[in-house]
């Protein structure tokens, strides 16, 4: 397949200052000074992967994460985005695991530097992605799956209005053990009668102010 015939990828969103767009190679300085300088934020909360947190998020391991990225975006099984503040690289978030035809489904992953934390970055990525696989990527449903420790995580989707729906007893293989998680999930009805999850944060953020 070739790269951008999957439905909805590649793509340039954008709300405000929060920019997503698919990652280049000139990315990677940023993305492994994001990485490593925040080590002690992202690592609990990551996959276990053998290594050091360095080396495993180092310019020269950027240039893997990037091919890896591109080829599963190609296979239309993925969109990854890197999140931006107009042009300063600050996180992560990827529409994975996608499965069509009956299903139409995919999970949600995402970082963000803590450097920028707490103002709105996460959840307006959050709603930019999910509008575009629902109105773009030809999707119906939306999952992501939390730690019941990560409460930051936790409270972006919940603001957001998932369902938490699931309790998933040692799912993933996190930070050197087998971590229970949270289920949350979406589907297209839910927002389309407001317009669109952007459209519903914009609410929230308006009411909570």
């Known amino acids: 397949m070739p790269f951008g015939a999957a439905p909805g990828w590649p793509a340039v969103l954008r709300d405000g200052p929060v920019v997503l767009r698919p990652y280049r190679r000139s990315d990677a300085g940023a993305w492994s000074e994001v990485r490593r300088a925040n080590r002690a934020w992202l690592a609990p909360w990551e996959p276990s992967a053998p290594g050091d947190w360095n080396e495993l998020n180092s310019i020269a391991a950027y240039r893997f994460v990037h091919r890896d990225q591109r080829k599963s975006a190609r296979r239309g099984e993925s969109m990854p985005f890197a999140i931006c503040l107009e042009d300063r690289f600050v996180g992560h978030i990827n529409l994975g695991n996608v499965v069509r035809r009956a299903f139409c489904s995919a999970y949600v992953g995402y970082w963000v530097d803590g450097r920028v934390a707490g103002r709105g970055v996460t959840p307006t990525a959050l709603a930019l992605v999910v509008d575009h696989a629902f109105r773009h990527g030809g999707l119906h449903r939306i999952e992501v799956n939390i730690r019941p420790e990560n409460k930051p995580s936790r409270r972006v989707v919940e603001k957001l209005g998932f369902r938490e729906e699931a309790y998933h007893p040692r799912y993933m293989h996190i930070d050197g053990a087998w971590r229970d998680h949270i289920g949350y999930a979406m589907t297209s009805e839910e ?15 308006t009411t909570a102010s």
């Open 191 to 205: 927002v389309a009668a407001e317009g669109g999850l952007l459209a519903r944060w914009h609410r929230v953020r």
